[in-house]
């Protein structure tokens, strides 16, 4: 047909408009949730890689107690502070409550605290040790 369409050769000036003001408002926000998304990633590794210095801690301290009998008298040896890679600090605290309860019975409370140099306190644990527990 004669006379019919012409063939387009680029884009006109009202597409290049539309296209760099999706582009001017789509970029800015995927950016950000990126930014985002590595944030978050980077902040539940840290609270995992806490988590699992805790977890050890408690479970060094819980197999010292299936040890050893007497596990009661030395039991504040593992009281201190720790420092560790990746800006990681754990702190055991070991707390003697002679009577405990209505029983009155003697009780260890035993708190591991995990900080991180960019987050401060991410993971804290507690645990309560008599003699009487198997």
Aim: without cysteine.
């Amino acid at each position: 047909m004669k006379g019919g369409w012409r063939q387009q050769r680029g884009a006109t000036l009202l597409e290049m408009v539309v296209l760099m003001t999706l582009l001017g408002v789509a970029l800015p926000s995927l950016l950000m949730l990126m930014t985002r998304s590595v944030a978050t990633h980077t902040t539940t590794e840290i609270q995992r890689r806490a988590e699992s210095l805790a977890q050890e801690r408690l479970e060094e301290i819980l197999a010292f107690k299936t040890a050893h009998p007497d596990w009661y008298k030395t039991i504040s040896t593992f009281e201190g502070k720790e420092r560790f890679t990746g800006g990681y600090q754990r702190i055991t605290r070991v707390v003697y409550f002679p009577a405990w309860g209505k029983a009155g019975v003697p009780l260890w409370q035993v708190t591991v605290w995990v900080h991180h140099s960019r987050l401060g306190t991410v993971a804290r644990f507690i645990v309560y040790l008599t003699r009487y527990q198997t």
